[in-house]
């Protein structure tokens, strides 16, 4: 539909961060890759890990950051839902990483309790070990299927959205509208009615365009209105 179509021609994520991100993540897999040659024992397999562990981020990066956004149809099921899926990259990349990253902090948790002076850096040790701490209520969801892989589904009569902690499905009737949003994150802001809470879809877990998204959700909320009469 012609009057559904959404022109942007300004970039949600700027170069520079791109180019930021893909140097720091190229760095740290280069610091893990020596790390696991020169070192002995616990450190020596714990730089492994971290090579894992960057290596997985920069493949995720890649896939989110450089990769192109172009248009495509997404899944639909036998029920009419249109479905768009965070690309398996990108999941694939974080999950290895966040598994690596919790297994360095296993090794230096260890050292630290049996061996604090084998510790190379005790107190970025530290900073990683207390981020794997905390890190537990997300593993204890992502094993009882609470933690999500960004999605958004638009079905017939509501739309679904579930992206890490979040999950939540609201009729059209409940949708205003869908705007591209700048920041905070950077992607594709769904405007809900009666003061409620807008839902923010991050540009960065979905592979087509902010743009498409946003026609997408205003064809289906038309549709459902259309149907509703």
Not at 65 to 94: I, N
Not at 118 to 124: D, I, M, N, Q, R
Not at 142 to 157: I, K, Y
Request: aromatic share 6%.
């Amino acid at each position: 539909m012609p009057g559904d179509t959404v022109v942007s021609r300004q970039r949600l994520i700027p170069r520079w961060w791109a180019a930021t991100v893909l140097a720091v993540l190229v760095l740290g897999t280069l610091a893990g890759l020596v790390m696991a040659i020169v070192a002995d024992g616990a450190m020596a397999w714990s730089g492994g890990a971290l090579l894992v562990a960057f290596a997985s981020l920069l493949g995720a990066a890649v896939s989110t950051l450089v990769r192109p956004r172009r248009r495509r149809e997404p899944d639909v099921t036998a029920e009419g839902t249109r479905v768009f899926r965070a690309p398996m990259p990108t999941v694939a990349g974080l999950l290895v990483a966040w598994l690596m990253l919790l297994a360095v902090a296993v090794l230096w948790g260890c050292l630290a309790l049996t061996d604090w002076n084998a510790l190379e850096s005790p107190g970025f040790s530290l900073v990683v070990i207390g981020g794997a701490l905390a890190s537990l209520p997300d593993l204890v969801r992502l094993f009882t299927g609470r933690l999500h892989r960004w999605t958004l589904e638009l079905a017939p009569a509501s739309l679904t959205y579930r992206g890490y902690r979040t999950s939540i499905t609201v009729p059209y009737s409940e949708v205003r509208s869908a705007v591209i949003q700048q920041r905070n994150p950077a992607g594709v802001k769904i405007v809900l009615r009666k003061g409620a809470k807008g839902i923010s879809l991050p540009i960065t877990a979905f592979d087509v365009p902010a743009e498409q998204l946003v026609e997408e959700i205003h064809r289906s909320r038309k549709a459902a209105s259309a149907a509703g009469r």
